[in-house]
T-cell receptor
Framework: DTEVTQTPKHLVMGMTNKKSLKCEQH?????MYWYKQKAKKPPELMFV???????INESVPSRFSPECPNSSLLNLHLHALQPEDSALYLC??????????FGPGTRLTVL | DQQVKQNSPSLSVQEGRISILNCDYT??????FLWYKKYPAEGPTFLIS?????DKNEDGRFTVFLNKSAKHLSLHIVPSQPGDSAVYFC??????????FGAGTILRVKS
């Protein structure tokens, strides 16, 4: 199983809402990642978890809060987002190598 | 500062011919390079990679060439097929910690 799953597929939220994005992998990978991708732009790294601990935070605003409850799950909690945060949010995982496996993404729209 | 550059936003190739996608980088500390393919509404899919100690890696129809002195890599697809039509991202890594992506090249293979 080389699949990374993400839910929901689409999410529309207001600026005062609180929502969460979920990511799951069952490949035994010990590193998990959140990326943000705007239209016609490359994915940009937001966070890296290694062995369930946050190892990289690319100066992401605090309205994005990651959480890694266990080695298979990764969440991204969203609160008080801005319209410019609308994007495709991608989750990825890897194990001991550079090769990362990506999920299909969550298309987020902030109204 | 864009450390990984894909200067061709798009490329159109006839089915059966060779597709050559190019990528330039500026950081000599990059030690691993990858190519990802992305269809609309899907996450990036790993295609092929190359370590900085090699100059060529081949996998079926896909070959990646690395020229370290020129800080340039290229992806060759031979023969090109309509199903290869997608966005191709070049990515680079330092010590496997994070990937830095280029802006992507849209490949269209005409039948």
């Amino acid at each position: 199983d080389t699949e990374v799953t993400q839910t929901p597929k689409h999410l529309v939220m207001g600026m005062t809402n609180k929502k969460s994005l979920k990511c799951e992998q069952h490949m035994g990978h010990r590193a998990m990642y959140w990326y943000k991708q705007k239209a016609k732009k490359p994915p940009e790294l937001m966070f890296v978890y290694s062995y369930e601990k946050l190892s990289i935070n690319e100066s992401v605003p605090s309205r994005f809060s990651p959480e890694c409850p266990n080695s298979s799950l990764l969440n991204l909690h969203l609160h008080a987002l801005q319209p410019e945060d609308s994007a495709l949010y991608l989750c990825a995982s890897s194990q001991g190598t550079v090769k990362q496996y990506f999920g299909p993404g969550t298309r987020l729209t902030v109204l | 500062d864009q450390q990984v550059k894909q200067n061709s936003p798009s490329l159109s190739v006839q089915e059966g011919r060779i597709s050559i996608l190019n990528c330039d980088y500026t950081n000599s500390m990059f030690d691993y390079f990858l190519w990802y393919k992305k269809y609309p509404a899907e996450g990036p899919t790993f295609l092929i990679s190359i370590s900085s100690i090699k100059d060529k890696n081949e996998d079926g129809r896909f070959t990646v060439f690395l020229n370290k002195s020129a800080k340039h890599l290229s992806l060759h697809i031979v023969p090109s097929q309509p199903g290869d039509s997608a966005v191709y991202f070049c990515a680079a890594s330092i010590y496997g910690n994070k990937l830095v992506f280029g802006a992507g090249t849209i490949l269209r293979v005409k039948s």
